[in-house]
Every structure is written in structure tokens, then in C-alpha cells.
């Protein structure tokens, strides 16, 4: 009889761990903790850097507003944890048609345009584009407004006699402000950031350029592609920059950061803090 007892007991025991394991097994549990920035294009909203236009009174005054902590620019193109310094380049025709081009330097010695902006006035309103660049934002990424020209600090800024303005920043040298660089943020906190900015934006999406009036605008840094330093994925790479990426992989990508979902199971922890 004992011996009889004895089983039923180790048999019971055993259904009772093996509910125990299933149980345990059902109820996994994720961490919360996952990031899901990947592109470079999501480290700078074309929408809320229309909005800046409507406050800026020169180049240079867009340029640190472009680059202030806090504000629109999160892009980290070579993946340093660092959001890069975006650099303002004037242009125009002196006339009734103005741009500024936007670029970084994601290495020494390699710049790339990250969008441009042109303003062109049109009857009473001034009429403003924004242009993503095709390697970051993929093809066809345009936003537009028109604004009254009365209103427009920038036009005054236009029609004022003045050199066009070239950021004297550069690698490794850059404004107070800025700083040596601070670090960028996720894409839960970025969006959170600029909808703010766009709140009130009036600017429209388009697939293509509505600009009605543009003559004589020749943007120095058209076509201008870093062609090593940027790991951050892109929308449409050259086929340089594809082959650099090949040989230098996104951080984000292989270490399971942005752009990786990387979840730890209850299970799997308590396992690693019992072989501790």
C-alpha cells in the first residue's frame, strides 16, 4: 500500500509542475520598452519646418531654429546618438523668387541635402514649397502653402539688400546653441514634439511641384550626396551610398534599437536570474 501511495503522490507532483510550466508559459509577459524609429526621413517633419518659415527674419535666424533643442530636427544620419546639425544655404533671383537649401554633414568631407524651401511671390501671397530630398524622403515628397506676403517676416528679410547667406558652421565647429550635439529621442517623443508645431499649419502634401512662379532659381547644392558616413536607412539610396550601408549595416537595424522590436518573456528572465 505504501508503495501504491507513494506513486499516486509523485504523479500528482508531476501534474502539478507540468500545469505550472504551462501556465507559465501562457502568461508571457513583453517589456513596453521596443523602439520604432528606422528612417532618416522620421528624424525631420517637412510640415513643421514650414512652420518655422512663418517665424524666421533671415537665413541665419531659420538656421538656428532649425537646430535648437527641442525643436523639429531628430535626424541622425550617421547614427551617433547625436542629432546632426542642419546647415542653411541661401538662393535666389533677386527678384520675386527666393530658396534655401538644407543640408548636414554626416562625416568630415561628405554633405548631404536633406530638403530645400522656396518661397516665390504670387500676386499678394507669398507662395512656399518644401521639398524633401529623393534619397531620404523617397520620390515626390512635397509640402506647400501660400502666406500673405504683408505678414511674412521673410520677404522683408528678401527685400533688404544682403549677401546670400552660407552657414560658416562645419564639422566639428558649430554655434553655442548647438552646442557639440545633443542627443536625439524616440519617434513616440518626436511626434509628440512637432504636432505641437504643426498644429495650426496650413501646408498641404503634394506628389508633385505646384510652385506657379520659380524663374531663375538655381539651388549650389542640387544633387550634392554624401556618399559614405550616413548608416540610417533611406527611402531611395544611390547606388553608392547602397553599397556603403551593405558594408557599414544601421546600428539600429542589427542591434535590435530602432527599428527592431526586441522583447524579453518573463520566462526567459527568470531563467537568466536563476543561472545568475
Same mark, same amino acid.
Given at each position: 500500500?505504501?508503495?501504491?501511495?507513494?506513486?499516486?503522490?509523485?504523479?500528482?507532483?508531476?501534474?502539478?509542475?507540468?500545469?505550472?510550466?504551462?501556465?507559465?508559459?501562457?502568461?508571457?509577459?513583453?517589456?513596453?520598452?521596443?523602439?520604432?524609429?528606422?528612417?532618416?526621413?522620421?528624424?525631420?517633419?517637412?510640415?513643421?519646418?514650414?512652420?518655422?518659415?512663418?517665424?524666421?527674419?533671415?537665413?541665419?535666424?531659420?538656421?538656428?531654429?532649425?537646430?535648437?533643442?527641442?525643436?523639429?530636427?531628430?535626424?541622425?544620419?550617421?547614427?551617433?546618438?547625436?542629432?546632426?546639425?542642419?546647415?542653411?544655404?541661401?538662393?535666389?533671383?533677386?527678384?520675386?523668387?527666393?530658396?534655401?537649401?538644407?543640408?548636414?554633414?554626416?562625416?568630415?568631407?561628405?554633405?548631404?541635402?536633406?530638403?530645400?524651401?522656396?518661397?516665390?511671390?504670387?500676386?499678394?501671397?507669398?507662395?512656399?514649397?518644401?521639398?524633401?530630398?529623393?534619397?531620404?524622403?523617397?520620390?515626390?515628397?512635397?509640402?506647400?502653402?501660400?502666406?500673405?506676403?504683408?505678414?511674412?517676416?521673410?520677404?522683408?528679410?528678401?527685400?533688404?539688400?544682403?549677401?546670400?547667406?552660407?552657414?560658416?558652421?562645419?564639422?566639428?565647429?558649430?554655434?553655442?546653441?548647438?552646442?557639440?550635439?545633443?542627443?536625439?529621442?524616440?519617434?513616440?517623443?518626436? +511626434? *509628440?514634439?512637432?504636432?505641437?508645431? &504643426?498644429?495650426? %499649419?496650413? !501646408? #498641404?502634401?503634394?506628389?508633385?511641384?505646384?510652385?506657379?512662379? $520659380?524663374?531663375?532659381?538655381?539651388?549650389?547644392?542640387?544633387?550634392?550626396?554624401?556618399?559614405?558616413?550616413?548608416?540610417?536607412?533611406?527611402?531611395?539610396?544611390?547606388? +553608392? *551610398?547602397?553599397?556603403?550601408?551593405? &558594408?557599414?549595416? %544601421?546600428? !539600429? #537595424?542589427?542591434?535590435?534599437?530602432?527599428?527592431?522590436?526586441? $522583447?524579453?518573456?518573463?520566462?526567459?528572465?527568470?531563467?537568466?536570474?536563476?543561472?545568475?
Amino acid at each position: 500500500m505504501k508503495g501504491s501511495a507513494g506513486k499516486a503522490l509523485l504523479i500528482v507532483a508531476s501534474i502539478i509542475v507540468l500545469s505550472l510550466v504551462v501556465s507559465c508559459s501562457a502568461r508571457t509577459v513583453y517589456n513596453a520598452n521596443i523602439a520604432v524609429v528606422s528612417d532618416a526621413a522620421d528624424g525631420l517633419d517637412l510640415q513643421a519646418v514650414s512652420e518655422l518659415l512663418k517665424k524666421a527674419n533671415s537665413a541665419e535666424a531659420l538656421e538656428e531654429a532649425l537646430n535648437k533643442p527641442g525643436g523639429v530636427n531628430n535626424l541622425d544620419l550617421n547614427e551617433d546618438g547625436k542629432v546632426d546639425f542642419i546647415k542653411v544655404t541661401e538662393y535666389g533671383n533677386k527678384s520675386d523668387a527666393y530658396g534655401f537649401s538644407l543640408t548636414v554633414e554626416p562625416e568630415k568631407g561628405e554633405e548631404q541635402e536633406i530638403a530645400t524651401i522656396e518661397i516665390a511671390k504670387s500676386g499678394e501671397d507669398a507662395e512656399v514649397e518644401v521639398y524633401g530630398n529623393e534619397q531620404i524622403y523617397g520620390q515626390n515628397t512635397y509640402y506647400h502653402y501660400r502666406h500673405p506676403v504683408s505678414s511674412y517676416l521673410l520677404w522683408g528679410y528678401f527685400m533688404r539688400p544682403h549677401p546670400y547667406y552660407a552657414s560658416r558652421w562645419y564639422y566639428g565647429y558649430y554655434p553655442r546653441y548647438y552646442g557639440v550635439g545633443y542627443a536625439s529621442v524616440g519617434r513616440t517623443v518626436y +511626434t *509628440q514634439r512637432t504636432s505641437t508645431i &504643426r498644429s495650426g %499649419s496650413t !501646408a #498641404t502634401r503634394a506628389s508633385s511641384s505646384t510652385m506657379t512662379s $520659380r524663374s531663375g532659381l538655381s539651388n549650389p547644392n542640387a544633387g550634392k550626396t554624401a556618399n559614405s558616413g550616413v548608416t540610417s536607412r533611406l527611402r531611395s539610396p544611390t547606388a +553608392t *551610398q547602397k553599397s556603403f550601408q551593405a &558594408r557599414n549595416p %544601421s546600428k !539600429a #537595424t542589427s542591434s535590435g534599437g530602432f527599428g527592431r522590436s526586441t $522583447r524579453t518573456s518573463s520566462r526567459t528572465r527568470t531563467a537568466s536570474a536563476s543561472a545568475k
